[in-house]
């Protein structure tokens, strides 16, 4: 991805600051406040592309360790007592701006990016259907993590193709570098969320891990 001379003074100027040793999460707001007309999304791509780092998106910015938990997941590599993060940072946006608090809402949601033949990520976002209409969206956080003590999932066959979700995981605690506030209106991809019935979730999962079309209404 192609970056503006304003980004790549914005990336310049955070990763030079990653490399300095500081106790508390480093606040990129202010440093894209130096910057004019950077869009969120491709600082963080740029960002991905120049330094290895684990991204999480929540709606907490007050986070100083990440803790494992279990989450309900019905991919196999979901279903562990981990931190998870990506490698892709639109993804982690995802988790930023979705409020999981106010709403009774479940989530269907991926990357995938093409290995063999390499090509570009495609995304998936979903929502339940009965909480779509009402904008479940809020402005979160997306942190940037150390990748070391990360481990990736596994790619494989998918749909005649090699393929890879650039999911993360830690069984252990993990400290953040830094964070950057976001907005709904931030994330590149809000007019295409669809919606879901929740009670067809496995229905969904399964469609997607095996890249068979998307269960109809």
Same mark, same amino acid.
């Given at each position: ?9 914005? $990336? =310049? ?5 990653? =490399?300095?040793?500081?106790?508390? !999460? ?14 969120? %999304? &491709? ?19 007050? +986070? ?7 989450? +309900?997941? /019905?991919? !196999? /590599?979901?279903?562990? &007592? ?8 639109? %993804?982690?946006?995802?988790?930023? $701006? ?6 009774? +809402? ?7 990016? #093409? ?9 998936? /976002? ?7 209409? &009402?904008? !479940? %969206? ?5 942190? #940037? ?11 494989? !066959? ?6 890879? $979700? ?24 809000? =007019?295409? $969320? ?19 079309? %998307?269960?109809?209404?």
């Amino acid at each position: 991805m192609s970056s503006s001379p304003s980004a790549e003074a914005a $990336i =310049d100027e955070l990763l030079s600051a990653l =490399d300095d040793e500081r106790d508390a !999460p480093l606040d990129v707001d202010a440093l894209l406040g130096r910057h004019d007309d950077v869009e969120p %999304w &491709k600082f963080l791509c740029g960002v991905a592309e120049r330094r290895r780092l684990a991204f999480h998106g929540t709606g907490d910015g007050s +986070i100083e360790s990440f803790e494992p938990r279990q989450p +309900i997941d /019905f991919a !196999p /590599f979901g279903d562990q &007592k981990a931190v998870f993060a990506t490698s892709d940072p639109v %993804w982690a946006m995802f988790y930023a $701006i979705v409020d999981r608090y106010r709403y009774e +809402i479940t989530l269907n949601n991926g990357c995938l990016l #093409l290995l063999d033949p390499p090509g570009p990520p495609h995304y998936y /976002f979903s929502v339940s259907r009965q909480v779509l209409a &009402k904008q !479940p %969206w809020r402005s979160g956080y997306v942190y #940037l993590l150390p990748a070391d003590g990360f481990v990736e999932q596994p790619g494989g !066959p998918y749909g005649g193709y090699t393929a890879q $979700i650039p999911q993360l995981a830690s069984p252990e605690p993990v400290a953040p570098l830094a964070r950057l506030h976001v907005s709904p209106a931030d994330f590149p991809f809000l =007019d295409q $969320i669809r919606g879901h019935a929740d009670e067809r979730l496995a229905e969904y999962a399964q469609a997607v891990m095996t890249a068979s079309p %998307w269960p109809d209404f």
